[in-house]
Nanobody, 121 residues
Framework: QVHVVESGGGLVQPGGSLRLSCAAS????????IAWFRQAPGKEREAVSC????????YYTNSVRGRFTISRDVAKAAAFLQMNSLKPEDTAVYYC??????????????WGNGTLVTVSS
């Protein structure tokens, strides 16, 4: 089982920024994708962004496209989610996942415990 740890959550005002980090217990991300999910209170978990193994193709859900940027360090098995222009509706627990499915958000083989992001004035 792959061990995943997220960090970087916190309280931020609307319009602010946060950078989430994810560390995975694999030798590198060459064969693995990384996906960021979030779950807001009373809502289902949703895929926010992901980056595919190999070519690094990236995906963003419509509500964050243009505001969030996913990146990775393949050799260090680390990934990041830069979140800008944050809105109250971005408030959620954010989870990092290591994937090996046909898409960058499928075939999860390891979940982190989540990091809370709260956007509020």
């Amino acid at each position: 089982q792959v061990h995943v740890v997220e960090s970087g959550g916190g309280l931020v005002q609307p319009g602010g920024s946060l950078r989430l980090s994810c560390a995975a217990s694999v030798s590198s991300l060459e064969l693995y994708g990384i996906a960021w999910f979030r779950q807001a209170p009373g809502k289902e978990r949703e895929a926010v962004s992901c980056i595919r193994s190999g070519d690094g193709y990236t995906y963003y859900t419509n509500s964050v496209r243009g505001r969030f940027t996913i990146s990775r360090d393949v050799a260090k098995a680390a990934a990041f989610l830069q979140m800008n222009s944050l809105k109250p509706e971005d408030t959620a627990v954010y989870y990092c996942a290591v994937t090996r499915g046909p898409t960058c958000s499928s075939g999860v083989i390891g979940w982190g415990n989540g990091t809370l992001v709260t956007v509020s004035s």
